[in-house]
């Protein structure tokens, strides 16, 4: 996957600035190339389980962590979206090249194995963004809702992002066929953000399934955007950030480790 003199660096220096750019580039363009599914989709997605939600239960729900449920939950719906689009950014380039039989495409070019990484890391990153900036954007204008502590919802949701992007990228690479990343999503990523505090404080969960819980990365994920959206959290933010930020890392160095030895990535 590099292209080396007999010295054993790149004649394009130690990093390929142009293939990096492209890479993310492509990855980016997939998803705005359609819009409407990927962007306008979430959207309503949002729109419909935070209009259900006040409309079924709002009400006679009462406060949580002092604000009205529907803001409570707001937060939680939004990162939620962000973690799912960003692990399908990644996944379906991925697996669609593997399945096609051209992911040889992106393979020869001389990008390293941490330059494929991050390219499609970027483009996972750039969905998510989009796609928090649609809702916040939504929760302001419908709800009235402002935003306690920018700097950390920024984070977590970069955070969130870049998490599930890797996700995305490992499940892909284990993945040979369109079931197989199904499974993987049906059965792993959306028990994991269903079961992670977004609907609900886990307070409320009898103490084992709070340690469980606890044990959930994307619980983090979801409780530091709250924290950064309304300034309330389960748990201290600065204990998410580091759970969060040790997460990604392992997730990211497994993708550079795969893609280094080309695991599973032979068509």
């Not at 993708?255 to 599973?264: A, I, P, S, T």
Request: charged content about 10%; overall charge positive.
């Amino acid at each position: 996957m590099e292209n080396t003199t007999g010295m054993g660096v790149r004649r394009f220096g130690q990093v390929n600035w142009l293939g990096l750019y492209t890479l993310a580039a492509r990855e980016t363009s997939r998803f705005l190339g359609v819009w409407t599914q990927t962007l306008a989709a979430p959207l309503v997605t949002a729109a419909l389980f935070l209009g259900v939600f006040s409309l079924a239960i709002g009400p006679a729900r009462g406060e949580v962590m002092g604000v009205p449920f529907i803001e409570f939950l707001a937060p939680g719906i939004l990162m939620m979206t962000v973690i799912q689009n960003s692990f399908a950014n990644t996944s379906s380039s991925i697996v669609i090249s593997k399945v096609q039989g051209n992911i040889v495409d992106t393979l020869m070019p001389p990008l390293s194995a941490w330059e494929l990484v991050a390219g499609y890391t970027v483009g996972g990153v750039a969905r998510g963004l989009f796609v928090a900036l649609a809702i916040g954007a939504l929760m302001g204008a419908v709800l009235g809702m402002g935003v306690a502590h920018p700097v950390w919802a920024l984070v977590f949701v970069l955070l969130g992002a870049s998490f599930l992007s890797g996700l995305g990228i490992v499940a892909a690479i284990f993945a040979n066929k369109f079931d197989q990343m199904a499974a993987i999503t049906n059965f792993i990523i959306t028990p994991l953000s269903f079961l992670s505090g977004t609907f609900y404080s886990i307070e409320r969960l009898p103490p084992a399934m709070q340690v469980i819980t606890h044990l959930n990365p994307v619980f983090y994920l979801i409780d530091g955007v709250r924290y950064g959206v309304i300034g309330q959290s389960d748990s201290s933010p600065w204990l998410g950030l580091a759970v969060c930020t040790l997460s990604t890392a392992l997730v990211l160095t497994l993708c550079w480790h795969w893609f280094r030895r080309g695991y599973r990535m032979k068509p």
